[in-house]
């Protein structure tokens, strides 16, 4: 491609409104353009890295065996209210209504569409195992787009499902997606993790979100520094403590010391002159179905899901102002275990062990010191119910956990029978016998992974594209393009290069070399070769590698063959 016939409109200032660098750089070097808020178009640029990666998905999706389809973006209502989503999606769902009044969505997922579509096409076990997938446009009213096509409402998406008969089976084809996955990120050349996430009511090890590692991220990890354990915040998991109970004789005096008006952790510590470990904080949620006391220690972080799963209830929600009134006959800020009854009291294992604990008093304005569990309340069960965190011990192997930050740039998950059966996906067995298919789902965000491989690697002149996604492996910068003879060598290696298949973009412009050299930083493509003075007057062309900053002088005779010997790293 000669850049005087393609279209990449560089920008020099940095957007005011992008906060992250990927959202920046993918601005200023003209691969995307704002429309509305989370609505971008993908420029000519753009388009060549969003389509390299969607390439590299799409051949490891057909290397693991599934069918690339096209779904409707347009969804009918009905579908959703037959897999009882239509009520229950929320605002992401963006609604509309036909020329007739008919109810559509635009698709934010499609599980009742390909459901919709399997059960009209498949009846027996012969056509099982099955495993569909797109790459195809979402839309996600989300409440706060940002970071550009990292959080967009409208982005590409590739999503795949599998119909199993059984639960083998499904697990099989989950484990088939995990592969590819794996694939997928190690080929698109990123630093990534798959971690473990929550799988909700399924239970087991059947989500993993796959996070690319970057400080900029939304998610936050927790890493085993020892075995290889990895999973994000809500479903990792903490070892439990072997903790002895402490011995009476070291307990204090339990007594209730008038605390006005102090209902934070900080307001109790500070005017108690403790510190937040040495505090049992009581959080009390409703379940639908009564009231649960739930204590972690005052620096620790409740993890409702793993409470939630661990009471096994449909519903969790902190208990209002009423509620909280009723089980402690104190307003808010003033619950703790001593006396507390009628409910369920959960602690997390951090409290195990603990002495001399300052708690609510269950009375307005009013707290205990010199709590301890055995001598003062006992406690329904222990269980692992707070936010893991640094130096917390690993579930596997008991060494320290680590926290860092990254970009869920993937998703896999073990769907069940939920809209098999709420949307009756039946096939029959060999013995003609009737079951609902067993699912699985798996995501991948396109412009997410672009945008995250840019994030992991930038410098302060611009992109260093990871070369499978470079929108070109190398750039010829031609310095003069008046000087017939520089014309002529860049020409000569840019049809040689082209002729075998090299996505190598000439800049022939006319522009001062100071601001080709600029934008070929900024647009970051793997290979600049420049042809200037020194081509014509010692026959030298200069190859820079973006990546290393390394450079090199070759003899034109040799440039062709240097640059077809880089080639393999580059493509
Ligand atoms: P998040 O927690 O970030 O909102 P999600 O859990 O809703 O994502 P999934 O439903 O698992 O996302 O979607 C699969 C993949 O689609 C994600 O891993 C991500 O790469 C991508 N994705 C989801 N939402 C967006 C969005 N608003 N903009 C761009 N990509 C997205
Ligand atoms: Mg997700």
């Not at 996604?469 to 000087?483: E, G, H, R, W």
Request: with cysteine; hydrophobic share 40%.
């Amino acid at each position: 491609m000669r850049y005087t016939q393609f279209l990449i409109p560089t920008l020099r200032e940095v957007p005011a409104d992008a906060e992250v660098v990927s959202h920046q750089l993918m601005l200023r070097s003209g691969m995307i353009r704002k429309l509305a808020a989370g609505i971008y178009s993908t420029l000519p640029l753009g388009e060549r890295v969003m389509q390299k990666t969607s390439q590299i998905v799409r051949e490891e999706m057909n290397r693991a065996g599934a069918l690339e389809l096209t779904l409707p973006f347009v969804q009918p209502a009905e579908l959703w209210h037959e897999s009882g989503r239509w009520n229950v999606y929320g605002k992401e769902l963006l609604r509309l209504k036909d020329r007739n009044e008919r109810e559509f969505c635009l698709g934010p997922t499609h599980e009742e569409v390909i459901t919709d579509v399997v059960r009209g096409l498949i009846s027996s076990y012969k056509q099982l195992p099955i495993t569909l997938y797109q790459i195809h446009i979402k839309f996600r009213d989300e409440i706060r787009p940002r970071f550009g096509v990292m959080r967009a409402r409208e982005f590409i998406m590739k999503d795949a499902y599998s119909f199993d008969a059984d639960e083998a089976g499904a697990e099989r084809s989950y484990m088939k997606m995990y592969a590819a996955y794996t694939n997928i990120f190690a080929r698109l050349g990123l630093r990534f993790r798959a971690v473990e996430a929550d799988s909700g009511p399924i239970g087991g090890s059947f989500s993993h979100e796959f996070m690319v590692l970057a400080d900029t991220g939304e998610d936050v990890i927790v890493i085993c520094s020892a075995c290889d354990y990895a999973a994000n915040t809500e479903k990792a998991e903490i070892l439990a403590p072997d903790v002895r109970d402490a011995a009476p004789d070291r307990f204090g005096v339990l007594e209730r010391v008038a605390t006005p008006d102090m209902r934070t952790i900080e307001e109790v510590c500070s005017f108690l002159k403790t510190d937040p470990a040495s505090v049992i904080k009581t959080l009390v949620f409703d379940t639908g179905d009564g009231a649960v006391a739930a204590l972690v220690r005052g620096d620790h972080d409740i993890n409702e899901i793993k409470l939630k799963n661990y009471l096994k209830c449909s519903e969790l929600s902190l208990a209002d102002e009423e509620l909280i009134e009723k089980v402690t006959g104190a307003p808010r800020g003033f619950a703790g275990p001593v006396g507390l009854r009628g409910v369920r009291i959960i602690a997390d294992y951090g409290l195990k062990g603990s002495i001399n604990m300052v708690a609510g008093g269950n009375e307005r304005d009013v707290h205990v010191v010199n709590v301890n569990m055995s001598r003062d309340f006992s406690v329904d069960a222990f269980a692992d119910i707070r936010l893991a965190g640094d130096g917390d011990a690993c579930p596997r192997c008991a060494r320290p956990l680590t926290t860092t930050r990254g970009i869920e740039v993937g998703h896999i998950f073990k769907l069940g029978t939920k809209y098999s059966t709420s949307m009756q996906a039946q096939f029959l067995d060999a013995q003609g016998q009737s079951h609902p298919m067993v699912m699985g789902c798996y995501g991948i965000g396109v412009g997410r992974t672009v945008a995250a491989a840019i994030e992991q690697s930038h410098d302060s002149d611009g992109i260093i594209f990871p070369a499978p996604i470079a929108p070109f492996s190398v750039l010829i910068v031609l310095v003069n393009p008046t000087d017939e003879q520089q014309n002529q060598i860049a020409a000569d290696l840019y049809e040689k290069l082209l002729g075998h298949g090299v996505d190598v973009l000439l800049d022939d412009r006319d522009e001062r070399p100071g601001i080709k050299f600029k934008d070929a930083d900024l647009i970051g493509i793997p290979l600049r070769v420049t042809v200037g003075r020194n081509a014509v007057k010692d026959g030298c062309l200069d190859m820079k590698w973006r990546k290393t900053g390394e450079q090199v002088q070759a003899p034109l005779a040799d440039a062709f063959d240097r640059i077809l010997e880089a080639l393999p790293n580059l493509q």
